[in-house]
Nanobody
Framework: QVQLVESGGGLVQPGGSLRLSCAASGFTFSSAYLYWVREAPGKGLEWVST???????YYADSVKGRFTISRDNAKNTLYLQMNSLKPEDTALYYC?????????WGQGTQVTVSS
């Protein structure tokens, strides 16, 4: 059974940092493209970052230079290090995985940036 479980969200002040984790199971993690996507209140889904199976990385312009995506294939875990957080980063953050005809999402972890 495929499972993606996010953790690490919380309340942080503007300028602060958080590290999100996504623990994966039930598929070949090392072969998957991995994504972080967020949904802010009243807005649609926004792609944040991708890391492919070769380690190539892509970021949305809105987070470039502040967020860092990484993966640990030995631990089947995806990470998102978020620095210099802004109120507009407040959202429910989802991890997602895709490989071949397989795709799955986690349940999300809430990040709130507020003073």
């Amino acid at each position: 059974q495929v499972q993606l479980v996010e953790s690490g969200g919380g309340l942080v002040q503007p300028g602060g940092s958080l590290r999100l984790s996504c623990a994966a199971s039930g598929f070949t993690f090392s072969s998957a493209y991995l994504y972080w996507v967020r949904e802010a209140p009243g807005k649609g889904l926004e792609w944040v970052s991708t890391i492919n199976r070769g380690g190539r990385i892509y970021y949305a312009d809105s987070v470039k230079g502040r967020f860092t995506i990484s993966r640990d294939n030995a631990k089947n875990t995806l990470y998102l290090q978020m620095n210099s957080l802004k109120p507009e980063d407040t959202a429910l953050y989802y991890c997602a995985a895709a490989a071949g005809d397989f795709g799955s999402w986690g349940q999300g972890t809430q990040v709130t940036v507020s003073s």
